[in-house]
């Protein structure tokens, strides 16, 4: 094999070798996610770890490097290694996910504890793959620098194609590895590119490929030799041609400031990424797959940084240190214009997407990654790998000296990404912190013109020796006035007013006005005041509630409460405004424990929401954790009679994990005997695709799924699957026992049965509707991918898929009551005919309210004259229990039961409680 094609072989390998590597991050960050929670401290964790071993592995190997006799075959050995123990996280997996519950102990104990524990588990997982990984590229290097005053640019190119490969390893896990081969499917993948890539690197090297430059001189048998001391290999060896061989120049800057300077670049670099992942999330959907997208443009903004490193690297006429002086500078110049450049390209942190269907909806994402991103971060990717030109002159071997850059700075990273995620963004917010950013580039700038000396002229030519510190020459009067104007103008940025940018839209047509805004560590969280009422409102377009949809938020904990004989123990699976699960409070429960994954969202509806939710932070039968839902409910050793699961955006990432059949076992696992797990979906951001693969997971583990109305508005509704541990009959008794608790001996029976019952639409289980869907699973995530999709689709101007609204919405009640008829349903054996009669009146108001919205007033009229036909002669028209039994439950009067039920009030129909609102 020529010398040509040998370097093509390697490149290539190291190509897979950065797709593996994305991947496995992209799949370890999901599965700590799962074992931890979707925390914005579990993810910071996941990657502090994994970045540890990068940068420890970095230092290790590359000092190693040159003192093996193939670094080729160290190489291969490494990806080997990568590969058989990221085996033996697999093979581990369950074993991780029994154990760490115990470890951590039930959610609000001792949060050292468990982060110690955290800690741990990561270090276990992370460590070993990533430390063998933060090898690979000095030895790569050390391998193909053939010599060293090469290493400019075979350096940069060799991490320009690995960090290209971890975009495509990023960009395939987001959108293609997932479905096609499944979680488990996925990361076995990697693990063969990797054993691929290192047994073909060690075959390579038995070839005798080891170039002449890093190559060991053989040993000399005679005994003077023997008593000689053995040369150091990190240092040039003078056996070799002087064109392999360069003297030992005072260097333009010392090699401890070239490492702080990697160091701190690393920290700005992943520091300006968390800030705009941030910002992106104001302006998207939020999916796995745009997630990928903008991980892929920062990967391929590195990567052309690189190459734009090597072309550099190539030219004679200016410095090392005046062109990464121009680096530092252009850096500093993209992180101080990114804010304005992100508001004006957004228009004001509009929502993207508009009427967009998929294909056109990834194209417009993937353009703003690459305006926003790509462009300007190519400039940001350059400055680490042309540092590899500075270190040319370096005495090291050229594997070393990449070990202890990529140490520097990635450690770097580490301490900025923290930095950024749980500092500044709470501090300053996400425009800000893109000015302090800019600020420490700038700081680089001047430490970098004070610290330049002179330097050789040519490669190659001697230097003169170092002058004693005593006389070392002070920065000339030119160093010091461009310093002085870098400081001034890093001064500057700090000082720039960013009041004009928007942080949040607010509707002024609505008359909406901010209350509360906090950019956190997990999201954005503001309350809004339309008027009285309140809103939360996270990442600028997701609406958690509010209090115009009182009824409706209470009637998710009424509906299925009313149905329970004894809802002694509750668990609810979301906070939001603190309505939905506040309403629990008024019925005679010993304990309710909520789980809310963002702290700020539990901050703001204590300070701002107390008058609507009964309670809750100062009942002593309530609990709040702000923890992720899914790990609290594993964690806990608590039995409950009813768990809610809130509304949830399914087409946010991670959203998926609430509907997996890991999840609804583990909630099974925790519900008492006669207990149900009440899972709200909100049917006009969901297809019949999406529907009946959550209702067909939820049928594989629960004995009956039921299926009730959460409202009786005219499009937009809200429905709950309801699954039973034990397929129970309902007792219609129970119906009027539980609504006197909140409203005590105004009522007949009859009135709270027919007020009960017309919520309910059917028996999933036993209509079989959905029987032949797939299922959702951990490792075969399909909500998480078919989600966002649809969302596009049913959205985007002649998209192919439509949301459950309308008539829509009636076929589908019609076809789950057919299925399973009122005298066939095994759920409703205990009714009486008259008792059944209630049920079809429901389903005849619900279709009769559709008719009235679409202007057939009359047909309308004669569905709801045989509802009424039907009903107790003091049966109310067209309205939840909620609204009757709830009225005055804490400061607001939600307005007049006789009438019609305001269908905006609920805040479903602007998107409120789980979707995008409608400016």
Request: proline letters at 6%; aromatic letters at 6%.
């Amino acid at each position: 094999m020529t010398e040509r094609r040998e370097r093509l072989v390697l490149l290539a390998l190291f190509f897979v070798s950065g797709a593996a590597a994305l991947i496995y991050q992209v799949l370890w960050v999901r599965e700590l996610g799962l074992l931890f929670g979707s925390t914005a401290q579990a993810a910071a964790l996941t990657i502090a770890v994994f970045f540890t071993g990068i940068a420890t592995g970095g230092a290790v190997w590359g000092r190693r490097a040159p003192r093996l006799r193939s670094s080729l075959r160290g190489f291969g050995w490494l990806e080997v290694g990568v590969a058989v123990t990221a085996l033996g996280h697999l093979v581990l997996i369950d074993v991780y996910h029994a154990v760490v519950p115990v470890l951590v102990g039930p959610p609000g104990g001792h949060p050292v504890a468990e982060t110690a524990v955290k800690i741990g588990v990561a270090t276990v997982i992370l460590l070993p793959p990533s430390f063998l990984m933060g090898g690979t590229l000095p030895l790569m290097t050390q391998h193909l620098v053939r010599s060293r005053d090469r290493l400019g640019t075979t350096g940069t190119a060799i991490y320009a194609v690995n960090t290209a490969g971890s975009a495509l390893g990023a960009l395939a896990a987001g959108f293609v590895l997932p479905l096609a081969l499944g979680i488990r499917g996925a990361y076995l993948l990697a693990v063969g590119l990797d054993l691929a890539v290192g047994t073909a690197a060690v075959l390579l090297a038995r070839r005798g490929t080891t170039p002449a430059a890093t190559r060991a001189p053989a040993p000399d048998p005679s005994p003077a030799a023997a008593s000689t001391p053995a040369p150091d290999p990190s240092l040039p060896d003078p056996s070799l041609p002087d064109h392999h061989r360069l003297p030992a120049p005072s260097p333009q800057l010392a090699g401890g400031l070239i490492l702080a300077i990697a160091a701190v670049s690393g920290a700005a670099t992943l520091a300006i990424e968390v800030v705009w992942t941030r910002l992106f999330s104001q302006v998207l959907q939020n999916s796995a797959q745009t997630y990928a997208l903008v991980l892929t443009a920062f990967l391929l903004a590195l990567a052309a940084g690189a190459g734009l490193a090597n072309l550099l690297a190539r030219q004679r006429r200016l410095s090392p240190t005046a062109v990464l002086g121009g680096l530092l500078t252009g850096s500093a110049v993209v992180a101080a214009t990114s804010p304005w450049w992100f508001h004006r390209l957004t228009d004001g942190l509009r929502y993207l997407g508009g009427d967009l269907t998929w294909g056109a909806y990834l194209g417009a994402v993937s353009g703003l990654a690459a305006l926003v991103i790509l462009l300007p971060g190519t400039v940001l990717g350059a400055v680490l790998p042309y540092q590899l030109r500075l270190l040319q002159t370096s005495r090291r071997a050229p594997g070393h000296e990449v070990g202890r850059l990529v140490a520097a700075n990635t450690t770097g990273g580490i301490v900025g990404s923290l930095l950024a995620g749980f500092v500044l963004l709470p501090l300053l917010g996400a425009w800000r912190s893109l000015l302090v950013v800019a600020a420490s580039y700038g700081g680089l700038v001047v430490v970098l013109v004070l610290s330049t000396a002179p330097a050789p002229a040519q490669v190659g030519d001697p230097a003169p020796p170092p002058a004693p510190a005593s006389r070392r020459r002070r920065p000339a009067p030119g160093q010091v006035a461009v310093a002085a104007t870098a400081a001034v103008a890093t001064v500057g940025v700090l000082l720039v007013d960013t009041s004009q940018l928007t942080t949040i839209r607010v509707s002024t047509a609505r008359d909406e006005q901010v209350v509360e805004l906090r950019e956190g560590s997990q999201a954005t969280v503001a309350v809004l005041a339309r008027g009285a009422d309140r809103l939360i409102r996270v990442n600028n377009w997701y609406t958690l509630g509010g209090t115009r949809g009182l009824d409706s938020e209470r009637n998710q904990t009424v509906v299925p409460m009313l149905t329970h004989p004894d809802p002694a123990r509750v668990f609810t699976l979301g906070l939001g405004t603190g309505i939905t699960a506040g309403a629990a409070l008024a019925f005679p429960v010993d304990r309710l424990v909520v789980c809310e994954l963002i702290r700020d969202v539990v901050e703001v509806s204590q300070a701002h929401f107390t008058p609507w939710i009964g309670g809750l932070f100062e009942d002593p039968r309530a609990v709040v954790h702000a923890e992720d839902g899914r790990a609290c409910l594993r964690r806990t050793d608590e039995r409950f009679d009813v768990i809610n699961a809130d509304l949830f955006t399914p087409w946010e990432a991670g959203t998926g994990n609430l509907y997996t059949v890991e999840h609804y076992t583990t909630a099974r696992e925790r519900l008492a005997p006669g207990g149900i797990y009440v899972q709200w979906m909100p049917l006009y951001q969901v297809s019949d695709q999406e529907l009946g693969i959550v209702a067909r997971t939820m049928d594989e583990v629960f004995d009956q799924v039921l299926l009730w109305r959460g409202d009786l508005f005219s499009q937009r509704s809200i429905v709950a699957l309801v699954g039973q541990v034990e397929a129970t009959p309902l007792d219609p008794a129970v119906l009027a026992v539980q609504a006197r608790h909140l409203d005590p001996g105004r009522r007949s029976d009859a009135f709270y049965e027919a007020l009960g019952l017309r919520m309910y639409v059917g028996n999933l289980t036993a209509s079989g509707v959905f029987a032949d869907r797939e299922l959702n699973t951990d490792d075969r995530p399909v909500i998480e991918h078919l989600a966002p999709r649809t969302q596009r689709e049913a959205r985007g101007t002649g998209g192919s898929a439509s949301f459950l609204v309308g008539e829509a919405r009636e076929a589908f009640y019609a076809e789950v009551a057919a299925g399973a008829p009122t005298d066939d349903d095994p759920f409703l054996v205990a009714l009486d005919d008259t008792q059944r009669g209630y049920v079809e009146a429901g389903a005849l108001r619900s279709r009769a309210r559709w008719l009235e919205a679409t202007d057939r007033g009359q047909q309308a009229e004669q569905l709801l004259a045989r509802a009424r036909a039907l009903e107790p002669a003091d049966a109310l028209a067209d309205v939840s229990p909620a609204r009757v039994l709830l009225p005055r439950i804490t400061g607001r009067i939600t307005g007049r039961i006789s009438g019609h039920s305001s269908e905006h009030s609920s805040g479903y129909s602007s998107g409120q409680s789980s979707g995008p609102t409608q400016e």
